[in-house]
């Protein structure tokens, strides 16, 4: 296992494409159970406008060999920061290159955008079934209700 990024002052690469995701070997892959991040304060941009886009974004999976070193996902997420895509673009590409890096039994991404041109959007995303067995908890984050 060779970490480049933990422990050391690290750039905020410059496109998801040059970010970097690495893993640890999984200390219990013979226990079935959830990992879950949040980011409640993911930005992207508008790939027409280039105006910010805002999602609280909530990642679960199930981790069989490996599990994602979180400095190299904070980078990963920080570096949509400067990048065009619209809302379904960023949550499945986040999802899928998650399952490239660690091979989990199962993941899931919930993508809870807030309102463009008036109209939140919500964007979900599982690899499949989840693992008879699993626990798993509610996102916690309620649908867009503006401020009512």
Same mark, same amino acid.
């Given at each position: 296992? +060779? ?12 496109d998801?494409?040059?970010a ?11 226990? &079935? @159970? $959830? ?12 790939? =027409? +406008? ?7 974004l909530?990642i679960? @999976?199930?981790?069989?060999?490996? &599990? ?6 904070? $980078? ?5 920061r ?8 960023? +949550? $499945?590409? =986040? ?6 890096? +660690? ?8 993508? @809870? ?5 008036? =109209? ?8 499949? $079934?989840?693992?008879?067995? &699993? ?8 649908? @867009?209700?503006?401020?009512?």
């Amino acid at each position: 296992m +060779t970490l480049t990024q933990l422990g050391q002052a690290t750039a905020l690469p410059a496109d998801p494409e040059q970010a970097v995701l690495e893993t640890v070997p999984n200390p219990h892959p013979d226990s &079935l @159970y $959830l990992v879950r991040f949040a980011a409640p304060e993911f930005t992207s941009l508008c790939p =027409i +406008t280039g105006q910010p886009d805002f999602a609280h974004l909530v990642i679960d @999976y199930a981790p069989e060999a490996a &599990l994602v070193e979180s400095k190299s996902l904070k $980078l990963f997420l920080g570096s949509f920061r400067n990048h065009g895509a619209f809302h379904e673009d960023c +949550t $499945l590409a =986040i999802a899928k290159r998650l399952v490239a890096a +660690t091979a989990p039994k199962w993941l899931r991404i919930a993508g @809870y955008w807030y309102p463009r041109g008036g =109209i939140p959007i919500d964007v979900f995303w599982q690899t499949g $079934l989840p693992p008879e067995g &699993l626990w798993l908890p509610d996102s916690g984050v309620p649908s @867009y209700r503006g401020r009512g």
